[in-house]
């Protein structure tokens, strides 16, 4: 490996790298994805209120247009809401949870789809087939309709939207990895490894999930992306999730009513930080889909 | 293929069967609806009459037999708030989403294909790139604040078009629809785009990608080589190849318009199914929402069967099978 | 744009029908009515649209006093008969006449509606009706019953040929929608439109609207683009965030009117142990709730300018008891509890909570005008006392189950919560006897006692107002046993909701306490 790495003089890694940063809208996008990440991440030691804490939350605060100075002295420089949260501290918590909702929900929907997927691939026969008609029915079935109904009956709160993201995303990761499993299984190096008699849990895991990777970062982040979008248009339907504990949908929901009144930042802001966090996550997956994918080479 | 689709119809009786089980039982975990619908004036006495009115003092396996005695007659049961039969209110909903799906369907074509031809074709220019980055925009956007922004801007600061509402209807070749009339139109524009959007984004990049496919394909090559007109070849041999995948795409996504007509519609007050749905979920009117969703599986499972047909019809390599791919 | 093409329409229809005759009226309503059939449901939307078909014996006006509609007089002529004298010469929609046959046969379907999700047997109960002669009725309750003209205000008169034998379906598709009403029924099409016409032949003032469409737009920020549009030509329920906008637009002019329903938070009273209320820590603790200084503490605590002025934008009225001054059986000497933070503390500390403790306050978030935004600026004004505060909102649809019966054995599961009550019978009997009664459900009695308050005492002083007839005495009565509640903090009322209407320029609506939307109050200016 070692030596064909430096008659290429690049690692795969180097080259999928500089294959990605052909696209500078995607390079931009990462980077700005990154910052999202890492302001959202450190939200608590870079905001001047803790938006979950009601005793820093007043309502004489409230409705503060950009860059007014609140009660206690810090000045809002993205306004504040209905309740007098300070709009740029609630934005970041928002994303918080918003990102947790996203990938939670994409990471689990990833693990169980992927071991459904293997299990129709290689248990074949009336399991497979009673597995993808069950796949197919899931998929001809709206996300928004089977998380909407799903909530409605679980209730609000994070761990409930995710359950329903999942049961609303597995399907499209038992789809792929089944498709791939069986296109890799049939080639010759997993021929191979059964000649030397390598267990299938080693096959599976060591040679054929390993060249399911691609498609599945590239469904990954597109669902991470839907899922984020998903809980939003959920929370703005009014069965996501709870008020006090805003995520960026509910923010973008609570500032819908104040829509006409000409105070657009309530809605603006969270808003915009929804559409960069989606957008930027988007850019990124379709140059991972472009890279990855290798029938698109030129 | 009739042995085929005699099976596909089996199937999707088990399926609504088995969804009529789980939603039947999942909507009747929530909330009380007698709570929702009785007023506040009411005293002990008659909250159990209302109760016993609604045959929702029998414990819920009663409820269940009771209800799928009354499917096998065609009854779905009555809804709780209007009194009337659950299927009649579905029915009298539907002609309004399926206009809004139908003319939002038509917005994904007219506008995705071009788009997604020429930035197929011309992958380098800018304006391809300014295309693919819009589309990426298009399935970013959260619908319902799109929709918020199209009536501030058409309906209140410009005053183009109206912001809410379905306008009037007219009867042509038997159907009773507001396709018919200006005013209708006029009322159907800005949801139906709303509603377009994603599948706009979503044509343009099937079409794009389609197009990029098959550019490297021996066919495209072989029909330039023989000296065919490129308009020949773009309208005739490239077209006939990503028509494909963009037709069974766009059959399941007539689906989902229906399914995702339910923001559109309660942004623009749209008097549709979708807007039925979230108003019965919303206010526990049990009997709607059973039988709205027992529909839609039906309707899913007979999409998925034409999808599939035509399928067959457009690629002759697709043989019918049992089994989805 | 819109001037140009609103002149054109109105110039178009002059050139066309002439004046007066056209003069057609759209209203964007927030919430639909659910059926045409007046006896179906019994719910604020469809008593309102009911008024335009329909008629009642006595009609309520805007301040929900009673006025004579199909009635000219009535009065008690013994302890248990009350006499109503009919109008004369009413005709139904379909030329038939209206007799007291009318009367005995409504107020016969009225509570039998075949799956009524809400009857008006409410009303009817324990009351029957005798035709005299074609044009007088009594009605006879087997106790004294002061309130038997307000009972019989609600209810909706039909005829007999064809609306008392009609099923619910014949009235929603129009054959059996005949009343006595000022309109005249035309088309209902569920969740887009519902067309009435006017009546010609109306017995009472003639509307001026020759044509009316009621159109639903439930969500608030679409029904005030749909005016500003000028899609509708009136709106109901402005969302409290729009007013002040609105009001600088020169398109449009607003009505507001202070409503019947009050905003107020419910204690639990009962329970020793109870389940939302922790000490510090989380530990159980015995319920602070019940004791007088505390109630009297979490009152003060909250600071209702801020509620009336931030949450509401200054569309509500801070409250002080259970209805607004001017309805009948409020009292003149309650005043909202003065906002002392300080005070508060004081008093909690001398019950023996000096560090407070902790409690979870519920409430709707899509029922009352801003209810989760309320609960919240609660939760942040009793944290600062020291009693720290969770708030929990959830969609009507599972609150109002849970609070009324969602413990152990049906009983409520909150411990603190917040409500609403319209007084649809616009005086104080109503709250008194719904909220604050000890709950006896064989009685009727405290069958919205969420908190369990029970005082002997109290149900006795609403005893004997309840059967008082004359009409200064109860009102004494009733006042007295408001001050009683609000003096030992039953329940904790925070404000008044007023209700806000938005008509293009050159309308004017004529608010209402009972938040109905009537077309016949739409006039020019």
Redesign the interface.
Known sequence: MKTQANIHKETPLQRFWSEFCESR?AVGALFILIVIVVLATLAPWITPQNPYD??Q????D??LPPGSEAFTGYTMWLGSD???RDLYSAILYGIRISLTVGLAAGVIALIIGTVIGLVAAYAGGRV??FI??A???QL???A??IA??LV??L??GIDKIIIALVAAQWAYYARTVR?TALVESAREYVEAARCLALSNTRIVFRHVLPNCLAPLIVIGTVQT?SAI?LE??LS????GL???EPSL?VL??NG????????YWI?FFP?LA??LT??TI??VG?QLRDVLNP??KR | MTAFIIRRLLQAVLVVFLMSGIVFFGVNVIGDPVDMLISPDADQDEIARTIEALGLDRPIGEQYLYFLKGVATGDFGKSFIFGEPALKLILQHMPATVELALLSLLMAIVFGIPLGLYAGLYPDRKVSKGIVAGSILGFSLPTFWVGLMMIMLFAVILGWLPSTGRGDTAVFLGIESSLWTRDGLSHLFLPALNLALTNISLVIRLTRAGVREAMHQDYIKFARAKGLPESRVISVHLMKNILIPIVTVLGLEFGGLLAFSVVTESIFAWPGMGKLLIDSLLQLDRPVVVAYLMIIVLFFVVINLVVDILYSILDPRVRLRDQGA | MIYRSALGALVASAILAGPALSEELTIGLASEPTAIDPHFHNLGPNNAFARHVFDRLILQNELQQLEPGLAVSWKPIDDLTWEFKLREGVKFHDGSDFTADDVVCTWDRAPNVPNSPSSFATYTKGKTVEKVDDYTVHFKSAAPYPLMANDVSTVTIVSDEVGCGATTAQYNDGTAAVGTGPFKFVSYKPGDSIVVERNDDYWGEKPIWSKVTFKPIKSGPSRVAALLAGDVDVIASVPTTDVATLEKNDKVSLSQGVSNRVIYLHLDHDRVDSPFVKANGGGSIENPLQKLEVRKAISMAINRDAIVDRVMEGIAIKAGQLLPEGFFGVSDNLEPVEYDAKGAKEMLAAAGYPDGFELTIHGPNDRYINDSKIAEAIGQMLTRIGIKTTVETMPRSVYFGRASKGGPNDTPEFSFILVGWGAGSGEASSPLKSLIATHTPDKGWGSSNRGRYSNPEFDALLETALSTVDDAKRQNLLAEATEMAIEDVAIIPTHYQVSTWGTKKGLKYTARTDEYTLAIGVGKE
């Open positions: 809208i009601l005793a939350v007043d309502v004489l409230g409705k209905g309740a007098g497979d087939a993808m008609r796949v197919d029915i001809s079935f709206p928004v309709l909407l109904v409605a009956i209730g609000r498709a992306a979008a939003s248009t703005f339907l009014g069965v709870r008020q006090t949908g973008i929901s819908f009513e104040y829509m006409m009144s000409g105070r809605s808003g929804l559409l989606i957008v988007n850019l379709d029938r698109l």
